[in-house]
């Protein structure tokens, strides 16, 4: 499974908002997207899952125009995270990740043995089993953004994307999504694109990122190639302190107040 985007321009009337944006997610890794705010990630998502037509260019899943496909086709295929979740009131945990099986649906096709199956997989995988009875009403933002990710996953999409998943979350439950993004992309071997604001997550996780101002690609590659000192000082205007955890090397990024944290070179 390849995504592909080529060439892909939007405008809202009269303001451009993406310009030439092509790059190409595969399965089995994360690809992130990050930049300042009104840099265009929101809406280059949103032309992905094909909620938005673009006004030049085109997305191809594995070669076919995303444009014919048709909504519960594409639904089988790719699922989306928004950034701010919002889940019907009224039901259950168990409910609300069922409605995600209605892409695998007929005309009044009442649900099978297989699709209860998958949703109880699915909240295992997710870790929320215990909130199965549970209404989404009654839950915490951490919980509801982790019901709305395996809302998601219960489609069985090829392609997941996320929308700063981890955003306003502790950094518990961000960690804890971010893990559960890898070990999906990985053992699932799907693609996962996900929305960051968090630098030291996106260098962390992610296998290949994109960043993107005022709606064109500044520079994509290994988050090595990418998350450096002068490309962030470029893309937020912010001089930062790239350090590395000596115990599990792992990268993370400071703004620079004359700190005298040892740099990466």
Same mark, same amino acid.
């Given at each position: 499974?390849?995504?592909?985007?080529?060439?892909?321009?939007?405008?809202?009337?009269?303001?451009?908002?993406?310009?030439?944006?092509?790059?190409?997610? /595969?399965? @089995?890794?994360?690809?992130?997207?990050?930049?300042?705010?009104?840099?265009?990630?929101?809406?280059?998502?949103?032309?992905?899952?094909?909620?938005? /037509?673009?006004?030049?260019?085109?997305?191809?899943?594995?070669?076919?125009?995303?444009?014919?496909? /048709?909504?519960?086709?594409?639904?089988?295929?790719?699922? +989306?995270?928004?950034?701010?979740?919002?889940?019907?009131?009224?039901?259950?945990?168990?409910?609300?990740?069922?409605?995600?099986?209605?892409?695998?649906?007929?005309?009044?096709?009442?649900?099978?043995?297989?699709?209860?199956?998958? +949703?109880?997989?699915?909240?295992?995988?997710?870790?929320?089993?215990?909130?199965?009875?549970?209404?989404?009403?009654?839950?915490? @933002?951490?919980?509801?953004?982790? +019901?709305?990710?395996?809302?998601?996953?219960?489609?069985?999409?090829?392609?997941?994307?996320?929308?700063?998943?981890?955003?306003?979350?502790?950094?518990?439950?961000?960690?804890?999504?971010?893990?559960?993004?890898?070990? $999906?992309?990985?053992?699932?071997?799907?693609?996962?694109?996900? +929305?960051?604001?968090?630098?030291?997550?996106?260098?962390?996780?992610?296998?290949?990122? $994109?960043?993107?101002?005022? @709606?064109?690609?500044?520079?994509? @590659?290994?988050?090595?190639?990418?998350?450096?000192?002068?490309?962030?000082?470029?893309?937020?205007?912010?001089?930062?302190?790239?350090?590395?955890?000596?115990?599990?090397?792992?990268?993370?990024?400071?703004?620079?107040?004359?700190?005298?944290?040892?740099?990466?070179?």
């Amino acid at each position: 499974m390849v995504l592909k985007v080529e060439n892909l321009s939007f405008r809202y009337e009269n303001v451009g908002v993406l310009n030439d944006v092509t790059f190409q997610a /595969k399965q @089995g890794g994360i690809t992130g997207i990050i930049g300042p705010n009104g840099s265009g990630k929101t809406t280059l998502l949103r032309c992905i899952a094909n909620v938005l /037509k673009p006004n030049q260019g085109a997305v191809f899943i594995d070669g076919k125009d995303t444009r014919i496909f /048709k909504n519960k086709e594409l639904a089988k295929v790719l699922s +989306v995270v928004p950034q701010l979740t919002s889940l019907t009131t009224g039901f259950t945990v168990f409910e609300t990740v069922l409605l995600g099986r209605y892409p695998h649906l007929g005309v009044f096709q009442r649900e099978s043995k297989k699709d209860y199956q998958v +949703v109880n997989s699915t909240l295992e995988r997710v870790g929320i089993s215990h909130l199965a009875k549970r209404d989404v009403d009654e839950l915490s @933002g951490g919980e509801k953004q982790l +019901v709305t990710i395996a809302l998601a996953l219960a489609q069985e999409p090829q392609i997941l994307c996320l929308d700063e998943p981890t955003l306003h979350l502790d950094i518990n439950m961000q960690y804890m999504i971010m893990d559960l993004c890898k070990e $999906i992309s990985r053992d699932k071997r799907i693609v996962v694109i996900v +929305v960051l604001h968090d630098l030291t997550l996106a260098a962390q996780y992610c296998d290949d990122l $994109i960043i993107l101002k005022n @709606g064109k690609v500044l520079a994509m @590659g290994p988050p090595d190639e990418v998350i450096v000192e002068e490309y962030i000082l470029n893309t937020y205007g912010v001089k930062v302190i790239i350090g590395q955890d000596e115990l599990t090397g792992l990268k993370y990024i400071l703004p620079s107040l004359g700190s005298k944290v040892k740099t990466i070179q």
